[in-house]
């Protein structure tokens, strides 16, 4: 099993451009999550996903959409990049029963210029 | 919100010695974890703690939940230079295991010097 895969590893964005960050999990989970590190900001949810058709927002929406695609995949879109938004962003997922228990893919490295 | 503080932010030491750290809260938490994260991957969950008092052994690593549930500590023995990372802790601030929003301390950045 691969666990929590994301795509691209690295991307460089100017100011204005859009891009979709990629999730997929293998675990059979419910729920999924979009997660942006920040240095001494600690890791701050973005938006998040109880299952299969449903999104929610989390601490940080703003900028940010997202489509949960079917129960693998789950996908971040930046409409309109900002310098602001340059950040490590993580997807993780979790049983619906265990939502506690968080598995977390390697992290994309997204630069906004 | 319910905030986790954890303590210290940077620890850097000699392999062989011992360390603890901290997580704290003023809220209680249902269940809290503990994750580790490495330079340029994603956070690895260790542990799960649910009950006050408990406590749990991985190898040289001892995870404590205090007894009202609103803090946590990390006490690594004989460290290592694999030791090396960013340790996190989140909370569950509802019971049950059916919140969505974890809340995440910012970490204590560790360094085992060889």
């Known amino acids: 099993n691969a666990g929590v895969t994301q795509t691209p590893k690295f991307q460089v964005l100017k100011t204005g451009q859009s891009m979709t960050l990629q999730c997929a999990q293998d675990m059979n989970h419910n729920s999924m999550y979009w997660y942006r590190q920040d240095p001494g900001m600690g890791l701050r949810l973005i938006y998040y996903?109880?299952?299969?058709?449903?999104?929610d927002k989390g601490e940080v929406p703003n900028g940010y959409n997202v489509s949960r695609l079917n129960k693998r995949e789950f996908s971040l879109r930046l409409e309109s990049a900002a310098p602001s938004q340059t950040s490590v962003y993580f997807c993780?997922?979790?049983?619906?029963?265990?939502?506690?228990?968080?598995?977390f893919g390697p992290g994309t490295r997204l630069t906004v210029l | 919100t319910q905030l986790l503080e954890q303590s210290p932010q940077f620890l850097s030491i000699q392999e062989g010695e011992n360390l603890t750290v901290y997580c704290n809260s003023s809220s209680v938490f249902s269940s809290l974890q503990w994750y580790r994260q490495e330079p340029g991957e994603g956070p690895v969950l260790l542990v799960t703690?649910?009950?006050?008092?408990e406590v749990k052994k991985l190898k040289r690593l001892t995870f404590q939940f205090g007894d009202a549930r609103k803090d946590s500590s990390l006490h690594i023995t004989a460290a290592q230079p694999g030791d090396t990372g960013l340790y996190l802790c989140a909370g569950d601030p509802k019971s049950g295991g059916s919140n969505y929003k974890l809340t995440f301390g910012k970490g204590t950045l560790l360094t085992v010097n060889p």
């Open positions: 993780a997922s979790s049983d619906l029963r265990r939502t506690d228990t968080q598995y």
């Open positions: 996903s109880a299952s299969e058709g449903t999104t």
């Open positions: 703690v649910v009950t006050g008092g």
